[in-house]
């Protein structure tokens, strides 16, 4: 039996503090002490794409494209709860504010209070 109910979190997705460009250490799983920039920003998924990170092989059969088949390597996303920003100044792990200045909302470091 399906059930076709999706929690709200789901369907609207969650709020991300991680922006596209941002350089990251992977902090849990196979890839841990990895360092990469953020590629996408899933927040349906709550989920980042990051260079160089989870990789996997896919094995293709012989197509029209590609006559010959074999192994490639392919990406997948990993989830955010899984990074943490690096502070561009001391490249340690960080984890992100936000304040507000002049009526803007600005993303700050918590290690040292600085905006990014």
């Given at each position: 039996?399906?059930?076709?109910v999706?929690?709200?979190?789901?369907?609207?997705?969650?709020?991300?503090?991680?922006?596209k460009?941002?350089?990251?250490?992977?902090?849990?799983?196979k890839?841990?002490?990895?360092?990469?920039?953020?590629e996408?920003?899933?927040?349906?998924?709550?989920?980042?794409?990051?260079?160089?990170v989870?990789?996997y092989?896919?094995h293709?059969?012989?197509?029209?494209?590609?006559?010959s088949?074999?192994?490639?390597e392919?990406?997948?996303?990993?989830?955010?709860s899984?990074?943490?920003?690096l502070?561009?100044?001391?490249?340690?792990?960080?984890?992100?504010?936000?304040?507000?200045?002049?009526?803007?909302?600005?993303?700050?470091?918590?290690?040292?209070q600085?905006?990014?």
């Open positions: 039996m399906v059930c076709f999706k929690k709200a979190s789901f369907i609207m997705g969650s709020k991300m503090k991680l922006k460009g941002d350089t990251v250490l992977i902090i849990a799983g890839d841990r002490g990895k360092t990469g920039t953020i996408a920003v899933l927040p349906l998924l709550n989920r980042v794409a990051v260079t160089g989870n990789k092989k896919k293709l059969k012989p197509s029209a494209k590609n006559p088949g074999g192994v490639v392919l990406f997948r996303a990993i989830h955010a899984n990074v943490m920003l502070d561009a100044d001391s490249k340690k792990p960080t984890r992100i504010g936000y304040t507000l200045e002049n009526k803007d909302k600005l993303r700050t470091s918590r290690l040292g600085k905006t990014l």
